[in-house]
T-cell receptor, first 106, second 120 residues
Framework: GIQVEQSPPDLILQEGANSTLRCNFS?????LQWFHQNPWGQLINLFY???GTKQNGRLSATTVATERYSLLYISSSQTTDSGVYFC????????FGTGTSLTVIP | KAGVTQTPRYLIKTRGQQVTLSCSPI?????VSWYQQTPGQGLQFLFE???????NKGNFPGRFSGRQFSNSRSEMNVSTLELGDSALYLC???????????????????FGNGTRLTVT
């Protein structure tokens, strides 16, 4: 299977700070998606981004498929951004990283 | 549009019993996939269905099985439950089948709220 590594594993931010989460994967993939899991366990799709850059409000993501990595940027973080962020890559099936646990403190 | 619906939300079973979990995808979505989430192993792919056919299966024992109906609703079954089967089981639906070569047809995965299974 494809190995997916996310860094950092844990992140604590002051409200208003910016952060960058990284996802590295071990082989070529058909697509890549970022998810946010809230404290109640709900997984929300943030981006479908097999390549290139996308932005959605305070969040943006960039995938460089040829170099096998993706970055998720969170700007002006809010307490509601807390949770675990997962990167998932797909080649016939989805492979998930172990996630970055983000805590935003007021 | 209603999201992905999983039932039940919580389940407590005893070792050796069997359990059936249900997933109703977003209307129009024909691909349904199932995942197991545990603190130790993270999120792992169980299997995927498209048009009532299992198209891919993860590395789980045969005690884990599933099916999809003509209306795209899916069920998964776990027989002879073990303590290690305690987990959050998540179902996801999408418009397309993962693995299709034509990226223009691929679309985001949408997850349900999950079923939390506890085996005692």
């Amino acid at each position: 299977g494809i190995q997916v590594e996310q860094s950092p594993p844990d992140l604590i931010l002051q409200e208003g700070a910016n952060s960058t989460l990284r996802c590295n994967f071990s082989d070529s993939v058909n697509n890549l998606q970022w998810f946010h899991q809230n404290p109640w366990g709900q997984l929300i799709n943030l981006f479908y981004i097999p390549s290139g850059t996308k932005q959605n409000g305070r969040l943006s993501a960039t995938t460089v498929a040829t170099e096998r990595y993706s970055l998720l940027y969170i700007s002006s973080s809010q307490t509601t951004d807390s949770g675990v962020y997962f990167c998932a890559v797909e080649r016939s099936q989805f492979y998930f990283g172990t996630g970055t646990s983000l805590t935003v403190i007021p | 549009k209603a999201g992905v619906t999983q039932t039940p939300r919580y389940l407590i079973k005893t070792r050796g019993q069997q359990v059936t979990l249900s997933c109703s995808p977003i209307s129009g979505h024909r691909s349904v996939s199932w995942y197991q989430q545990t603190p130790g192993q993270g999120l792992q792919f169980l299997f995927e269905y498209f048009s009532e056919t299992q198209r891919n299966k993860g590395n789980f024992p045969g005690r884990f099985s599933g099916r999809q109906f003509s209306n795209s609703r899916s069920e998964m079954n776990v027989s002879t439950l073990e303590l290690g089967d305690s987990a959050l089981y998540l179902c996801a639906s999408s418009l397309t089948l993962p693995g299709q070569a034509l990226n223009s047809y691929n679309s985001p995965l949408h997850f349900g709220n999950g079923t939390r299974l506890t085996v005692t």
